[in-house]
């Protein structure tokens, strides 16, 4: 079992930078990929970023640029940095842990509970 709990999020204007953190605890983190989803409101699921445990990483195209997703071993932890945020980046934001480095959510047995970011105009 993988517990992860997501923190971080908040309100920020356009173009602000928001850091989000994923602690995980449970199995051996060092050797999965841990990624990061969101949902906005009225839309699917959708893949972010992902990172695997020796270090290839993935991103959205719409985030390609503006987010770095990178881990700490050391604390269990994986964090999201993103910005230059725009309005539609609003969504709520899930960490999840595969041992996959994929991009399809159904892919990702373990989730955390979500974190809300709000981005205003």
């Known amino acids: 079992q993988v517990q992860l709990v997501e923190s971080g999020g908040g309100l920020v204007q356009a173009w602000e930078s928001l850091r989000l953190s994923c602690a995980a605890s449970?199995?051996?983190?060092?050797?999965?990929?841990m990624a990061w989803f969101r949902r906005a409101p009225g839309k699917e699921r959708e893949f972010v970023a992902a990172?695997?445990?020796?270090?290839?990483?993935n991103y959205s195209d719409s985030v390609k640029g503006r987010f770095t997703n990178t881990r700490d071993n050391d604390k269990n932890t994986v964090y999201l940095q993103m910005n230059s945020l725009k309005p539609e980046d609003k969504a709520v934001y899930y960490c999840?842990?595969?041992?996959?480095?994929?991009?399809?959510?159904?892919?990702?047995?373990?989730w955390g509970q979500g974190t809300q970011v709000t981005v205003s105009s």
């Open positions: 999840a842990s595969s041992t996959y480095f994929l991009t399809d959510p159904s892919q990702y047995p373990y």
């Open positions: 990172l695997s445990w020796y270090g290839f990483t």
């Open positions: 449970g199995r051996a983190f060092r050797i999965v990929t």
